[in-house]
Nanobody, 119 residues
């Protein structure tokens, strides 16, 4: 069955960096748009970034643009989110998502990885 495993979350000081990873299995990875979403305590899950099938197109939420970079390695069935200049408001559980097209809701989700940014 399809499985996405998120990892890389940690406690980090403001201004620091983290790289999240998403390992996918059970699907033809290159057929899917990969995205990262996050959910902070008491808030709804929100979009962070997405990347198309070959990495040629990316899109970011305004709140993370120029600080975060999404990438993928189709040969390894992996997606990544490099997060720089982290802020306390970036604290959330981060989830990887795979869907056939970005406008199609749902898709497959990772279990989430906790990112905590201290001030």
């Amino acid at each position: 069955q399809v499985q996405l495993v998120d990892s890389g979350g940690a406690l980090v000081q403001a201004g620091g960096s983290l790289r999240l990873s998403c390992a996918a299995s059970g699907l033809t990875f290159s057929n899917y748009v990969l995205g990262w979403y996050r959910q902070a305590p008491g808030k709804e899950r929100e979009f962070v970034a997405r990347i198309n099938w070959n990495g040629g197109s990316t899109y970011y939420a305004d709140s993370v643009n120029a600080r975060f970079t999404i990438s993928r390695d189709n040969a390894k069935n992996m997606a990544y989110l490099q997060m720089n200049s982290l802020k306390p408001e970036d604290t959330a559980i981060y989830y990887c998502n795979a869907r056939p097209q970005f406008w199609v809701p749902g898709g497959y989700w990772g279990q989430g990885t906790q990112v905590t940014v201290s001030s």
